[in-house]
Protein backbone atom coordinates (compact mmCIF):
# COMPACT_ATOMS: atom_id res chain seq x y z
CA UNK A 1 0.00 0.00 0.00
CA UNK A 2 1.45 3.71 -0.91
CA UNK A 3 1.90 5.94 1.57
CA UNK A 4 0.42 9.27 0.68
CA UNK A 5 0.29 12.62 2.51
CA UNK A 6 -2.35 14.93 3.79
CA UNK A 7 -2.85 18.29 2.04
CA UNK A 8 -1.96 19.76 4.84
CA UNK A 9 1.58 17.17 4.76
CA UNK A 10 2.02 18.68 1.67
CA UNK A 11 1.79 22.53 2.15
CA UNK A 12 4.08 21.97 5.19
CA UNK A 13 6.87 20.24 2.90
CA UNK A 14 6.22 23.28 -0.05
CA UNK A 15 6.92 25.70 3.14
CA UNK A 16 10.17 23.85 4.13
CA UNK A 17 10.99 23.76 0.49
CA UNK A 18 10.35 27.31 0.59
CA UNK A 19 12.52 27.94 3.27
CA UNK A 20 15.34 26.09 1.81
CA UNK A 21 15.64 28.68 -0.77
CA UNK A 22 14.34 32.21 1.27
CA UNK A 23 17.68 33.10 2.33
CA UNK A 24 18.17 36.93 3.74
CA UNK A 25 20.72 37.23 1.63
CA UNK A 26 18.79 36.52 -1.78
CA UNK A 27 16.39 39.43 -0.90
CA UNK A 28 19.46 42.24 -2.05
CA UNK A 29 19.65 41.62 -5.76
CA UNK A 30 15.77 42.37 -6.82
CA UNK A 31 15.62 45.60 -5.07
CA UNK A 32 19.02 46.78 -6.63
CA UNK A 33 17.74 44.98 -9.96
CA UNK A 34 14.57 46.95 -10.45
CA UNK A 35 15.99 50.03 -9.01
CA UNK A 36 18.70 50.17 -12.47
CA UNK A 37 16.41 48.58 -14.91
CA UNK A 38 14.11 51.53 -14.87
CA UNK A 39 11.00 51.36 -17.54
CA UNK A 40 13.11 48.30 -18.33
CA UNK A 41 12.13 46.55 -15.07
CA UNK A 42 9.58 44.38 -16.50
CA UNK A 43 11.91 42.34 -18.99
CA UNK A 44 14.48 42.81 -16.49
CA UNK A 45 12.56 40.85 -13.76
CA UNK A 46 11.22 37.90 -16.53
CA UNK A 47 14.88 37.01 -17.15
CA UNK A 48 15.63 37.15 -13.46
CA UNK A 49 12.17 34.89 -12.53
CA UNK A 50 13.43 32.62 -14.94
CA UNK A 51 17.02 31.32 -13.20
CA UNK A 52 16.32 32.53 -9.95
CA UNK A 53 12.65 30.46 -9.83
CA UNK A 54 12.15 28.65 -13.05
CA UNK A 55 15.57 26.90 -13.08
CA UNK A 56 15.77 25.91 -9.40
CA UNK A 57 12.18 24.54 -9.58
CA UNK A 58 13.21 23.02 -13.35
CA UNK A 59 15.86 21.36 -10.67
CA UNK A 60 13.85 20.08 -8.28
CA UNK A 61 11.55 18.59 -10.75
CA UNK A 62 14.50 16.86 -12.97
CA UNK A 63 15.83 15.29 -9.41
CA UNK A 64 12.04 14.07 -8.81
CA UNK A 65 12.29 12.43 -11.97
CA UNK A 66 15.71 11.12 -11.45
CA UNK A 67 15.05 9.75 -8.18
CA UNK A 68 17.49 12.05 -6.28
CA UNK A 69 19.93 14.64 -6.40
CA UNK A 70 23.24 15.52 -7.65
CA UNK A 71 24.78 11.56 -7.01
CA UNK A 72 21.67 10.52 -9.05
CA UNK A 73 21.51 13.13 -11.81
CA UNK A 74 25.54 12.73 -12.15
CA UNK A 75 25.57 8.87 -11.96
CA UNK A 76 26.41 8.38 -16.30
CA UNK A 77 29.34 10.68 -15.12
CA UNK A 78 33.01 9.81 -14.16
CA UNK A 79 32.42 9.55 -10.14
CA UNK A 80 35.42 12.02 -10.23
CA UNK A 81 33.66 14.91 -11.93
CA UNK A 82 30.42 14.43 -9.48
CA UNK A 83 32.42 14.60 -7.01
CA UNK A 84 34.09 17.93 -8.22
CA UNK A 85 30.99 19.00 -9.07
CA UNK A 86 29.64 18.47 -5.52
CA UNK A 87 32.97 19.68 -4.22
CA UNK A 88 32.40 23.40 -6.34
CA UNK A 89 28.84 23.60 -5.31
CA UNK A 90 29.94 23.03 -1.42
CA UNK A 91 32.28 25.55 -2.03
CA UNK A 92 30.52 28.60 -3.60
CA UNK A 93 27.45 28.46 -1.57
CA UNK A 94 30.03 27.66 1.76
CA UNK A 95 33.46 30.17 2.12
CA UNK A 96 33.83 31.23 -1.26
CA UNK A 97 30.52 33.23 -1.87
CA UNK A 98 27.07 32.43 -0.01
CA UNK A 99 28.08 31.68 3.58
CA UNK A 100 30.41 35.00 3.45
CA UNK A 101 27.39 36.78 2.11
CA UNK A 102 25.28 36.02 4.68
CA UNK A 103 27.68 38.06 7.30
CA UNK A 104 27.85 40.69 4.94
CA UNK A 105 24.05 41.46 4.56
CA UNK A 106 23.62 41.40 7.82
CA UNK A 107 26.04 43.81 9.20
CA UNK A 108 24.38 45.97 5.62
CA UNK A 109 21.08 45.73 6.90
CA UNK A 110 21.27 45.08 10.63
CA UNK A 111 24.30 47.26 11.44
CA UNK A 112 24.70 50.02 8.73
CA UNK A 113 22.00 51.93 9.10
CA UNK A 114 22.66 53.16 12.36
CA UNK A 115 26.64 53.70 11.92
CA UNK A 116 27.93 57.13 10.67
CA UNK A 117 30.12 56.35 7.81
CA UNK A 118 30.91 52.77 9.22
CA UNK A 119 34.56 51.79 7.59
CA UNK A 120 36.68 48.58 7.55
CA UNK A 121 37.04 48.49 11.12
CA UNK A 122 34.11 48.01 11.37
CA UNK A 123 33.23 45.51 9.48
CA UNK A 124 36.37 43.30 10.83
CA UNK A 125 35.12 43.40 14.01
CA UNK A 126 31.92 42.68 13.21
CA UNK A 127 32.37 39.58 10.76
CA UNK A 128 34.75 38.49 13.92
CA UNK A 129 31.61 38.11 16.17
CA UNK A 130 29.15 37.20 13.54
CA UNK A 131 31.40 34.31 12.39
CA UNK A 132 32.21 33.25 15.96
CA UNK A 133 29.19 32.62 16.55
CA UNK A 134 27.76 31.18 13.69
CA UNK A 135 31.23 28.57 14.36
CA UNK A 136 30.10 27.95 18.39
CA UNK A 137 26.71 26.92 16.43
CA UNK A 138 28.05 24.61 13.84
CA UNK A 139 29.81 22.87 16.74
CA UNK A 140 26.68 20.87 17.58
CA UNK A 141 25.61 20.78 13.96
CA UNK A 142 22.88 23.55 14.06
CA UNK A 143 20.70 21.74 16.37
CA UNK A 144 20.51 25.05 18.35
CA UNK A 145 19.07 27.15 15.90
CA UNK A 146 17.09 24.40 14.61
CA UNK A 147 14.19 25.46 16.53
CA UNK A 148 14.86 29.53 15.94
CA UNK A 149 15.33 29.07 12.16
CA UNK A 150 11.73 27.37 12.17
CA UNK A 151 10.42 30.51 13.50
CA UNK A 152 12.60 32.91 11.98
CA UNK A 153 11.49 31.94 8.32
CA UNK A 154 7.61 32.76 8.69
CA UNK A 155 8.43 36.14 10.16
CA UNK A 156 11.00 37.11 7.69
CA UNK A 157 8.02 36.44 5.47
CA UNK A 158 5.60 38.03 6.82
CA UNK A 159 7.70 40.91 7.40
CA UNK A 160 8.13 40.89 3.58
CA UNK A 161 4.38 40.42 2.82
CA UNK A 162 3.57 43.97 5.10
CA UNK A 163 6.48 45.44 2.97
CA UNK A 164 4.93 44.41 -0.43
CA UNK A 165 1.48 45.47 0.12
CA UNK A 166 2.92 48.66 1.18
CA UNK A 167 5.08 49.31 -1.65
CA UNK A 168 1.41 48.06 -3.74
CA UNK A 169 -0.74 50.29 -1.87
CA UNK A 170 1.41 53.53 -1.05
CA UNK A 171 5.06 53.58 -3.04
CA UNK A 172 7.48 55.85 -1.45
CA UNK A 173 9.06 57.29 -4.22
CA UNK A 174 9.15 56.84 -8.53
CA UNK A 175 11.17 54.98 -11.41
CA UNK A 176 14.45 55.55 -11.56
CA UNK A 177 16.47 56.51 -15.07
CA UNK A 178 17.61 53.00 -16.70
CA UNK A 179 20.96 52.61 -15.74
CA UNK A 180 23.55 51.90 -18.95
CA UNK A 181 23.42 47.98 -17.93
CA UNK A 182 19.87 47.64 -18.73
CA UNK A 183 19.45 49.84 -21.89
CA UNK A 184 20.19 47.37 -24.44
CA UNK A 185 19.48 43.53 -22.88
CA UNK A 186 17.70 44.04 -20.12
CA UNK A 187 16.24 40.61 -19.89
CA UNK A 188 19.61 38.99 -20.43
CA UNK A 189 21.11 41.10 -17.67
CA UNK A 190 18.30 39.68 -15.72
CA UNK A 191 18.41 36.48 -16.47
CA UNK A 192 22.51 36.68 -15.65
CA UNK A 193 21.54 38.31 -12.10
CA UNK A 194 19.52 35.51 -10.90
CA UNK A 195 22.97 33.55 -11.18
CA UNK A 196 23.46 35.70 -7.73
CA UNK A 197 20.69 33.63 -5.93
CA UNK A 198 22.51 30.52 -6.33
CA UNK A 199 19.56 28.38 -6.06
CA UNK A 200 20.05 25.85 -8.98
CA UNK A 201 23.32 24.47 -7.49
CA UNK A 202 21.37 24.28 -4.06
CA UNK A 203 18.61 22.78 -5.65
CA UNK A 204 20.68 19.96 -6.82
CA UNK A 205 21.34 19.46 -2.85
CA UNK A 206 18.13 20.69 -1.51
CA UNK A 207 16.20 17.40 -3.56
CA UNK A 208 18.36 14.95 -1.69
CA UNK A 209 17.02 16.39 1.93
CA UNK A 210 13.44 16.75 0.79
CA UNK A 211 13.55 13.03 -0.76
CA UNK A 212 14.44 12.17 2.92
CA UNK A 213 11.92 14.08 4.89
CA UNK A 214 9.58 12.04 2.52
CA UNK A 215 11.09 8.60 3.23
CA UNK A 216 11.01 9.48 6.85
CA UNK A 217 7.18 10.27 6.31
CA UNK A 218 6.76 6.64 5.35
CA UNK A 219 6.39 7.42 1.40
CA UNK A 220 9.10 5.07 -0.57
CA UNK A 221 7.40 4.82 -3.77
CA UNK A 222 9.69 6.15 -6.01
CA UNK A 223 6.38 7.40 -8.16
CA UNK A 224 5.15 9.23 -5.36
CA UNK A 225 8.29 11.01 -4.17
CA UNK A 226 8.51 12.17 -7.62
CA UNK A 227 5.25 13.66 -7.26
CA UNK A 228 5.26 15.22 -3.90
CA UNK A 229 8.68 16.69 -4.95
CA UNK A 230 6.61 18.31 -7.98
CA UNK A 231 4.37 19.50 -5.56
CA UNK A 232 6.51 21.17 -2.81
CA UNK A 233 8.63 22.77 -5.39
CA UNK A 234 5.44 24.47 -7.36
CA UNK A 235 4.69 25.87 -3.64
CA UNK A 236 8.31 27.13 -3.52
CA UNK A 237 8.21 28.76 -6.77
CA UNK A 238 5.02 30.70 -5.85
CA UNK A 239 6.08 32.19 -2.79
CA UNK A 240 9.51 32.43 -4.17
CA UNK A 241 8.24 34.77 -7.11
CA UNK A 242 5.90 36.67 -4.65
CA UNK A 243 8.75 37.75 -3.12
CA UNK A 244 10.99 38.38 -6.01
CA UNK A 245 8.17 40.61 -7.62
CA UNK A 246 6.99 42.73 -4.70
CA UNK A 247 10.99 43.15 -4.41
CA UNK A 248 11.44 44.19 -7.78
CA UNK A 249 8.45 46.89 -7.66
CA UNK A 250 10.00 48.38 -4.47
CA UNK A 251 13.33 48.90 -6.34
CA UNK A 252 11.62 50.36 -8.64
CA UNK A 253 9.41 52.72 -6.84
CA UNK A 254 12.73 53.80 -4.61
CA UNK A 255 13.66 57.01 -6.63
CA UNK A 256 13.35 59.74 -4.05
CA UNK A 257 13.82 57.14 -1.23
CA UNK A 258 17.66 56.69 -2.25
CA UNK A 259 18.97 58.81 -4.85
CA UNK A 260 21.83 55.99 -5.89
CA UNK A 261 22.29 52.41 -4.44
CA UNK A 262 25.32 50.21 -4.47
CA UNK A 263 23.13 47.24 -3.54
CA UNK A 264 19.62 45.86 -2.66
CA UNK A 265 20.16 46.32 1.18
CA UNK A 266 20.75 50.20 1.25
CA UNK A 267 17.69 50.29 -0.88
CA UNK A 268 15.54 48.00 1.45
CA UNK A 269 16.49 49.62 4.63
CA UNK A 270 15.91 53.01 3.09
CA UNK A 271 12.43 51.92 1.80
CA UNK A 272 11.68 50.42 5.30
CA UNK A 273 12.94 53.68 7.41
CA UNK A 274 10.71 56.08 5.44
CA UNK A 275 7.59 53.69 5.80
CA UNK A 276 7.76 52.36 9.33
CA UNK A 277 10.14 55.13 10.77
CA UNK A 278 13.26 53.84 12.85
CA UNK A 279 11.65 50.98 14.92
CA UNK A 280 10.73 49.49 11.50
CA UNK A 281 14.44 49.67 11.05
CA UNK A 282 15.15 47.94 14.37
CA UNK A 283 13.12 45.14 13.73
CA UNK A 284 13.96 44.44 10.31
CA UNK A 285 17.78 44.70 11.29
CA UNK A 286 16.83 42.04 14.16
CA UNK A 287 15.21 39.58 11.68
CA UNK A 288 17.23 39.76 8.72
CA UNK A 289 20.31 39.49 11.29
CA UNK A 290 18.90 36.21 12.72
CA UNK A 291 17.76 34.96 9.61
CA UNK A 292 21.43 35.26 8.30
CA UNK A 293 22.72 34.07 11.16
CA UNK A 294 20.92 30.49 10.99
CA UNK A 295 21.84 30.22 7.69
CA UNK A 296 25.94 30.66 8.29
CA UNK A 297 25.17 27.88 10.68
CA UNK A 298 23.28 26.08 8.41
CA UNK A 299 25.80 26.30 5.38
CA UNK A 300 28.79 25.94 7.57
CA UNK A 301 27.53 22.90 9.31
CA UNK A 302 26.48 21.35 5.59
CA UNK A 303 30.14 22.05 4.33
CA UNK A 304 31.87 20.47 6.80
CA UNK A 305 29.64 17.39 7.19
CA UNK A 306 30.88 17.14 3.34
CA UNK A 307 33.69 17.51 3.17
CA UNK A 308 34.54 15.53 6.49
CA UNK A 309 32.80 12.40 4.72
CA UNK A 310 34.00 13.13 1.20
CA UNK A 311 37.74 13.19 2.67
CA UNK A 312 37.39 10.76 5.48
CA UNK A 313 40.28 12.93 6.99
CA UNK A 314 40.16 15.26 9.63
CA UNK A 315 37.44 15.86 12.46
CA UNK A 316 33.79 17.33 11.67
CA UNK A 317 34.65 19.98 14.33
CA UNK A 318 38.01 20.65 12.72
CA UNK A 319 36.05 21.36 9.38
CA UNK A 320 33.84 23.49 11.09
CA UNK A 321 36.29 25.67 12.58
CA UNK A 322 38.44 25.69 8.85
CA UNK A 323 35.21 26.69 7.04
CA UNK A 324 34.09 29.14 9.39
CA UNK A 325 37.56 30.86 9.59
CA UNK A 326 37.54 31.14 5.88
CA UNK A 327 33.79 32.76 5.75
CA UNK A 328 35.28 35.40 8.16
CA UNK A 329 38.30 36.21 6.07
CA UNK A 330 36.70 36.58 2.89
CA UNK A 331 33.62 38.75 4.06
CA UNK A 332 35.91 41.36 4.90
CA UNK A 333 36.31 42.09 1.18
CA UNK A 334 32.45 43.92 1.51
CA UNK A 335 29.49 42.94 -0.20
CA UNK A 336 30.03 44.67 -3.04
CA UNK A 337 33.57 43.28 -4.21
CA UNK A 338 32.08 40.10 -2.87
CA UNK A 339 29.43 40.13 -5.73
CA UNK A 340 31.20 40.98 -8.15
CA UNK A 341 33.99 38.59 -7.60
CA UNK A 342 31.46 36.12 -7.57
CA UNK A 343 29.62 37.10 -10.78
CA UNK A 344 32.07 35.68 -13.21
CA UNK A 345 32.40 31.72 -11.61
CA UNK A 346 28.85 32.47 -11.49
CA UNK A 347 28.75 32.52 -15.13
CA UNK A 348 31.40 30.28 -15.30
CA UNK A 349 29.68 27.51 -13.50
CA UNK A 350 25.74 27.80 -13.63
CA UNK A 351 25.92 26.63 -17.66
CA UNK A 352 27.11 23.19 -15.98
CA UNK A 353 24.22 23.09 -13.55
CA UNK A 354 21.37 23.94 -16.03
CA UNK A 355 23.19 21.50 -18.85
CA UNK A 356 22.87 19.08 -15.91
CA UNK A 357 19.14 19.34 -15.11
CA UNK A 358 18.55 19.51 -18.97
CA UNK A 359 20.37 15.87 -19.59
CA UNK A 360 17.83 14.58 -17.10
CA UNK A 361 14.97 15.81 -18.51
CA UNK A 362 16.33 14.44 -21.82
CA UNK A 363 17.37 11.14 -20.13
CA UNK A 364 14.02 8.75 -21.70
CA UNK A 365 14.83 9.80 -24.93
CA UNK A 366 18.74 8.62 -24.54
CA UNK A 367 20.27 5.62 -26.46
CA UNK A 368 23.58 6.18 -24.95
CA UNK A 369 23.06 8.47 -21.76
CA UNK A 370 26.69 7.69 -21.44
CA UNK A 371 27.90 9.50 -24.26
CA UNK A 372 25.27 11.80 -24.26
CA UNK A 373 25.44 13.25 -20.71
CA UNK A 374 29.23 13.64 -21.16
CA UNK A 375 29.15 15.34 -24.30
CA UNK A 376 26.38 17.91 -23.34
CA UNK A 377 28.46 18.59 -19.44
CA UNK A 378 31.51 18.62 -21.89
CA UNK A 379 30.17 21.25 -23.73
CA UNK A 380 28.64 23.57 -21.13
CA UNK A 381 31.79 23.21 -19.36
CA UNK A 382 33.82 24.86 -22.21
CA UNK A 383 31.78 27.62 -23.32
CA UNK A 384 30.58 28.91 -20.16
CA UNK A 385 34.45 29.33 -18.95
CA UNK A 386 34.60 31.25 -21.77
CA UNK A 387 31.41 33.36 -20.70
CA UNK A 388 33.37 33.35 -17.26
CA UNK A 389 36.25 34.67 -18.38
CA UNK A 390 34.67 37.54 -20.73
CA UNK A 391 32.89 38.27 -17.38
CA UNK A 392 35.97 38.40 -15.43
CA UNK A 393 37.10 41.33 -17.87
CA UNK A 394 39.41 39.47 -20.26
CA UNK A 395 39.98 40.12 -23.83
CA UNK A 396 38.24 37.60 -25.60
CA UNK A 397 37.39 39.34 -28.62
CA UNK A 398 38.74 36.53 -30.48
CA UNK A 399 35.47 34.43 -29.60
CA UNK A 400 33.53 37.23 -30.51
CA UNK A 401 31.94 35.24 -33.45
CA UNK A 402 30.02 32.94 -31.15
CA UNK A 403 26.68 33.85 -31.25
CA UNK A 404 25.66 35.36 -28.09
CA UNK A 405 28.47 35.96 -26.86
CA UNK A 406 28.32 39.64 -26.55
CA UNK A 407 25.80 39.01 -23.80
CA UNK A 408 27.67 36.09 -21.98
CA UNK A 409 25.44 33.24 -23.12
CA UNK A 410 27.63 31.55 -25.61
CA UNK A 411 26.85 28.67 -24.24
CA UNK A 412 23.39 28.34 -25.19
CA UNK A 413 23.60 27.15 -28.82
CA UNK A 414 26.77 25.08 -28.28
CA UNK A 415 25.01 23.55 -25.45
CA UNK A 416 21.63 23.00 -27.25
CA UNK A 417 23.82 21.33 -30.19
CA UNK A 418 25.35 18.93 -28.26
CA UNK A 419 22.18 17.63 -26.63
CA UNK A 420 21.09 16.77 -30.16
CA UNK A 421 24.22 15.35 -30.78
CA UNK A 422 23.88 13.06 -27.49
CA UNK A 423 20.37 12.13 -28.75
CA UNK A 424 20.75 11.62 -32.33
CA UNK A 425 24.82 10.08 -32.21
CA UNK A 426 23.37 7.83 -29.40
CA UNK A 427 20.90 6.27 -31.89
CA UNK A 428 23.56 6.45 -34.72
CA UNK A 429 26.21 4.60 -31.94
CA UNK A 430 23.26 1.98 -30.66
CA UNK A 431 22.82 0.97 -34.54
CA UNK A 432 26.53 0.72 -35.23
CA UNK A 433 26.94 -1.49 -32.59
CA UNK A 434 24.50 -4.07 -34.00
Not at 175 to 201: C, H, R, W
Not at 234 to 254: D, E, H, K, P, R
Request: proline fraction near 5%; aromatic fraction near 10%; hydrophobic fraction near 55%.
Amino acid sequence: MKKTLSTYDVMGLGFMTFAFFLGAGNIIFPPLAGFLAGENMGSAMFGFLITAVGLPLAGLVAAALAGGGLPVMGRYLPPLVVAVMGSAIFIIIGPAFAAPRTGLVAFEMGIKPFLDNPGQGALTLYTIVFFGVALLLSLSQGRLLEAVGKLLTPVLLLLLVILAIAVFVNPQGTQPEVAEAYLSQPFVKGFIEGYNTMDTFASLLFAILILDVLRKKGVTDTRTQSRYLTMAALIAAAGLSFVYISLFILGGTSLGVVESASNGGEIISAYVLALFGTPGLWILAGIVTLACLTTAVGLISSCADYFHNLTGKGHYRGWVVLIALACMLVANVGLNTLISVSIPILVALYPVAIALVLATYLRPLMKSPVFAFRLIIAVSFVFGLLDGLQAAGLNMSLFSFLPLFGVGMAWVLPTALAALVGLVGGKLRQQAMA
